[in-house]
């Protein structure tokens, strides 16, 4: 009875400090399951991984931050590594119904839950065509938030100094009445909010969609122009204030050239509409010109040394054209003279000239009657020439005077009278001895 007593405690004892170790080691399992349940319930829901690739992983957590499409959960980000290229690849469980959702070539960006910072998620957005995604989005369509701190650094320090300035004025001035003000302004506002409407879209301009942001792109610069420069802006200020004193004492003269200005802008519209004609002309003429203007280039760069050297016979001619003077006087007359005969040569005169002694002059002659067979086959005035020629060689000067070479012969024409021509009789016994 002892011994059984005994055993049955020390059984007890042995149940308790083995639930007690069992207890502990199921604590310890669901403390690690706890921990570790974001991972677990991730590897056990069905997905798709995909890769994406950053420059810096900007506090993402394996297995904490989300990945979205437009603010909608589709899955989580499982891995965040560094790799030896200097690329962090980003690697996400998303679900498979959302994975055709991305497109071909979506991209993403890391941002924060909210303006402050504090958890981020991995964005998605969908881009491409529509088809399958590889599942790896690289680094060129990626990109991480800016910082209301990186922000915050890059203003100057007056700038940041001026900002802490404004908050504490704009305090007093809500402190001092102007909250009063302003629920004021908000109890009028919807009476003017119609108008304000209206002057806010003729704002938009005629392109809403360019015009506005062009104006405001342009202020843009012309700020950081004035900015750029220190104390143009003073300078500019005070040269418009003495043109306003000029123009202030000049009203009378402003007023007469107001005055004037509608007639003379009609006559410059008029000139204007013909220049435009003009101008189109000299267009579509500019073109084929080119050419012959560069050549013209060319032209007067070779032209130069030859007016350098022609200087100086330019300068002799001014005493020729001096002497040449009189004459020129003394051929008015004579000009009108000829004029006078140049105009009785007109008519028949030269239709006789152009005609029949023309052609008398320019054909062959040949002899008919009983001067048949001479002549020549040349025309009229070879013949002339040549007979020129050969008078002129048998003209002798010397200095006994000029004399005239003539030597007489004879031939079987030489003999008249006769019933048949001797020279032709021989000619024609030669033409058929020569066909025999």
Same mark, same amino acid.
């Given at each position: 009875?002892?011994?059984?007593?005994? =055993?049955?405690?020390?059984?007890?004892?042995?149940?308790?400090?083995?639930?007690?170790?069992?207890?502990?080691?199921?604590?310890l399992? +669901?403390?690690?399951?706890?921990?570790?349940?974001?991972?677990?319930?991730?590897?056990?829901?069905?997905?798709?991984?995909?890769?994406?690739?950053?420059?810096?992983a900007?506090?993402?957590?394996?297995?904490?931050? #989300? +990945?979205?499409?437009?603010?909608?959960?589709?899955?989580?980000?499982?891995?965040?590594?560094?790799?030896?290229?200097?690329?962090?690849?980003?690697?996400?469980?998303?679900?498979?119904?959302?994975?055709?959702?991305?497109?071909?070539?979506?991209? %993403?960006?890391?941002?924060?839950?909210?303006?402050?910072?504090?958890?981020?998620?991995?964005?998605?957005?969908?881009?491409?065509?529509?088809?399958?995604?590889?599942?790896?989005?690289?680094? #060129?369509?990626?990109?991480?938030?800016?910082?209301?701190?990186?922000? /915050?650094?890059?203003?100057?320090?007056? /700038?940041?100094?001026?900002?802490?300035?404004?908050?504490?004025d704009?305090?007093?001035?809500?402190?001092?009445?102007?909250?009063?003000?302003?629920?004021?302004?908000?109890?009028? /506002?919807?009476?003017?909010?119609?108008?304000?409407?209206?002057? =806010?879209? %003729?704002?938009?301009?005629?392109?809403p969609?360019?015009?506005?942001?062009?104006?405001?792109?342009?202020?843009?610069?012309?700020?950081?122009?004035?900015? +750029?420069?220190?104390?143009?802006l003073d300078?500019?200020?005070?040269?418009?204030?003495?043109?306003s004193?000029?123009?202030?004492?000049?009203?009378?003269?402003?007023?007469?050239?107001?005055?004037?200005?509608?007639?003379?802008?009609?006559?410059a519209?008029?000139?204007?509409?013909?220049? #435009?004609?003009?101008?189109?002309?000299?267009?579509?003429? /500019?073109?084929?010109?080119?050419?012959?203007?560069?050549?013209?280039?060319?032209?007067?760069?070779?032209?130069?040394?030859?007016?350098?050297?022609?200087?100086?016979?330019?300068?002799?001619?001014?005493?020729?054209? !001096?002497? %040449?003077?009189?004459?020129?006087d003394?051929?008015?007359?004579?000009?009108?003279?000829?004029?006078?005969?140049?105009?009785?040569?007109?008519?028949?005169?030269?239709?006789?000239?152009?005609?029949?002694?023309?052609?008398?002059?320019?054909?062959?002659?040949?002899?008919?009657?009983?001067?048949?067979?001479?002549?020549?086959?040349?025309?009229?005035?070879?013949?002339?020439?040549?007979?020129?020629?050969?008078?002129?060689?048998?003209t002798?000067?010397?200095?006994?005077?000029?004399?005239?070479? =003539?030597? !007489?012969?004879?031939?079987?024409?030489?003999?008249?009278?006769?019933?048949?021509?001797?020279?032709?009789?021989?000619?024609?016994?030669?033409?058929?001895?020569?066909?025999?």
């Amino acid at each position: 009875m002892v011994l059984r007593k005994v =055993f049955a405690s020390r059984s007890g004892r042995v149940s308790v400090l083995r639930l007690g170790v069992a207890f502990i080691v199921v604590a310890l399992l +669901a403390g690690v399951a706890l921990f570790q349940k974001n991972k677990i319930l991730t590897t056990l829901e069905p997905g798709e991984t995909i890769t994406v690739e950053f420059t810096a992983a900007h506090q993402l957590r394996e297995y904490v931050s #989300d +990945a979205k499409i437009a603010g909608v959960p589709i899955g989580v980000v499982t891995s965040v590594a560094r790799t030896e290229s200097g690329v962090t690849e980003v690697k996400a469980k998303v679900d498979e119904d959302d994975l055709g959702k991305l497109g071909s070539a979506p991209s %993403a960006k890391i941002r924060p839950t909210t303006m402050l910072g504090g958890n981020y998620y991995l964005d998605l957005k969908p881009g491409g065509q529509d088809g399958s995604f590889d599942g790896r989005i690289p680094v #060129d369509r990626t990109s991480l938030p800016v910082e209301l701190g990186d922000v /915050a650094s890059a203003i100057q320090p007056d /700038a940041r100094k001026g900002i802490r300035s404004s908050i504490r004025d704009l305090d007093d001035t809500l402190a001092s009445g102007g909250s009063k003000q302003l629920k004021e302004l908000a109890r009028r /506002a919807p009476g003017t909010l119609g108008p304000a409407a209206g002057v =806010f879209d %003729a704002m938009r301009g005629t392109q809403p969609r360019t015009d506005l942001p062009r104006l405001v792109r342009g202020l843009e610069a012309t700020s950081r122009t004035l900015a +750029a420069q220190r104390g143009q802006l003073d300078a500019i200020v005070g040269n418009l204030a003495t043109t306003s004193d000029i123009l202030d004492r000049r009203a009378s003269d402003m007023a007469t050239a107001t005055a004037g200005m509608p007639e003379t802008l009609r006559a410059a519209k008029s000139g204007l509409r013909k220049l #435009d004609g003009t101008l189109t002309k000299l267009g579509d003429t /500019a073109g084929p010109a080119r050419p012959s203007v560069r050549e013209l280039g060319r032209t007067l760069d070779r032209l130069d040394p030859v007016l350098a050297e022609a200087r100086p016979v330019v300068n002799d001619m001014r005493e020729v054209l !001096a002497q %040449a003077r009189p004459l020129v006087d003394d051929l008015t007359p004579a000009s009108r003279k000829l004029k006078t005969s140049f105009d009785n040569l007109d008519g028949p005169v030269l239709d006789r000239v152009n005609g029949p002694i023309m052609e008398t002059f320019t054909t062959p002659w040949h002899g008919t009657g009983r001067y048949a067979g001479s002549g020549s086959d040349r025309p009229m005035y070879q013949v002339l020439a040549h007979l020129a020629a050969t008078a002129d060689r048998a003209t002798t000067v010397d200095k006994n005077g000029s004399t005239i070479n =003539f030597h !007489a012969g004879y031939g079987p024409g030489s003999v008249a009278g006769l019933p048949i021509s001797l020279e032709q009789m021989f000619r024609h016994l030669a033409g058929q001895q020569e066909g025999r």
